[in-house]
């Protein structure tokens, strides 16, 4: 646990990071969870003891290859004012269409493709820039969005995703709040945090008909991970398995359309180790180690800490380039933004492996994908406009006028 303390302290200095964050996840769902399972008398063989090494040497594997290289950004951003009103009107007419979406649909993808759009605008309201409306506007704005987001999205499942939200939120901000005990209070907030959402999730009803005790999704990975470390020894076949990698991107294909799509590594896991519950919807997890031991077995542990040290130090390089220019103009605003929103994921990443995450991001960049190209159209036709009327002699002052991109 400390491991994971100290690479989130340490890592990008006062920038919140997408490795910083996998050290925080670790320190929660790895050794925390191994932590509640000693203390509840769970089973404590050499199959436990490796589920706690495992992910800790592959984690410092990829701090020490892939996550050391970056210096902290000490540059102090803003936003180009034009991006925060052309974006900021489009992004409000999203939010709003989306939020009626999911109320009267209910439906997963919408809610988390609104997602999207409630980061990108959180972030727009708190990015510092000339020419804001008063500091009380924005806070009114952002707590209305983000309470009318929790009561219509939250029914007691979701709660990475609100998770990931805020982090995602942090993540874009933390640069320019420049506090040292940014980092510290949120390690300090983790556990009330935990819990108050646990108190929520008491009493809602698994696919099995159980209730849940609300910290059970927090731990039950780490224990997973055992049971499937113990099934892999005693009835692995040697073979490649890759139907759970190619669920990741197929996830947007629906089932009706192909019944025979592969599954998802959490479904997987309910074949194998709860196979009494294949007829429900039932979902499992088992820490970021377990989809790559189970396709590939131990030589997956190696492409593991390649592809994942490499893949969240690509999202730390993005949030890099972002926010070490002084004015974020459009193009380095969506990119800052986009990084920030899938950085927010990765502790979701270390709970349950690539699928959940990469399926979440890219339904969230549906809403980003829409905010950035109407944008884009909108100032383009704006600066055309501005373009004709300076070729009249009749030019008038735009907002959109030498838009940064």
């Known amino acids: ?30 050794a925390g969870a191994s932590m509640y399972w000693v203390s509840e008398g769970g089973v404590r063989d050499l199959t436990f003891v490796l589920v706690q090494v495992v992910p ?17 950004v000490r540059a102090q951003v803003r936003l180009d004012p034009r991006v925060f009103k052309v974006v900021g009107s489009v992004t409000i007419a999203v939010v709003i269409v989306l939020l009626g979406l999911m109320l009267l649909s209910g439906n997963t993808a ?17 990015l510092p820039g000339e020419g ?66 646990a108190s929520i999730r008491e009493g809602v009803e ?24 113990n099934f892999l020894s005693s009835f692995r076949v040697a073979e490649i398995e890759l139907n759970s990698f190619a669920a990741v991107f197929l996830f947007w294909v629906p089932r009706s359309m192909w019944e025979e799509k592969p599954v998802g590594f959490g479904r997987e896991l309910v074949l194998l180790l709860r196979p009494e519950l294949s007829h429900t919807n039932h979902s499992m997890a088992a820490l970021f180690t377990g989809e790559w031991v189970y396709a590939f077995g131990l030589i997956g542990l190696i492409l593991m800490v390649i592809t994942l040290g490499w893949g969240v130090a690509a999202i730390d390089r993005l949030i890099h380039w972002s926010v070490s220019r002084s ?45 950035s190209i109407s944008s884009w159209l909108i100032a383009s036709a704006f600066s055309a406009r501005g373009t004709a009327a300076d070729s009249l ?6 907002v959109t006028n030498g838009l940064r991109y």
């Open 206 to 229: 698994t696919a099995s008909g159980e209730e849940l005790d609300g910290l059970g999704s927090v731990v039950n990975p780490f224990y997973t991970m055992v049971e499937l470390a």
């Open 393 to 398: 002699g009749k030019a008038k002052p735009s």
């Open 327 to 371: 004015v974020l103009g459009f193009r380095a605003f969506f990119v800052l933004v986009s990084a920030s929103f899938v950085a927010g994921q990765v502790p979701t990443l270390v709970w349950s492996g690539l699928f959940s995450p990469t399926s979440r991001s890219l339904q969230g960049f549906v809403a980003i994908a829409i905010i």
């Open 56 to 72: 800790l040497v592959a984690m410092w594997l990829m701090d020490l290859l892939f996550w050391r290289k970056l210096e902290p």
């Open 132 to 197: 804001r409306r008063s500091s009380t506007v924005t806070l009114v704005l952002a707590a209305g969005v983000s309470v009318m987001f929790f009561e219509v999205f939250f029914n007691g499942f979701g709660r990475l995703v609100l998770v990931a939200i805020v982090l995602s939120v942090l993540v874009a901000l933390s640069g320019q709040i420049r506090s040292p005990g940014l980092k510290p209070l949120l390690i300090v907030a983790t556990v009330p945090a935990i819990y108050a959402l």
């Open 110 to 126: 919408i809610r988390r493709i609104t997602a999207g759009a409630v980061v990108l605008l959180l972030i727009l309201l708190f």
């Open 1 to 30: 646990m400390l491991y994971g303390i100290v690479l989130f302290l340490r890592n990008g200095g006062g920038q919140i990071t997408a490795a910083g964050l996998f050290g925080l996840g670790f320190a929660v769902f790895v």
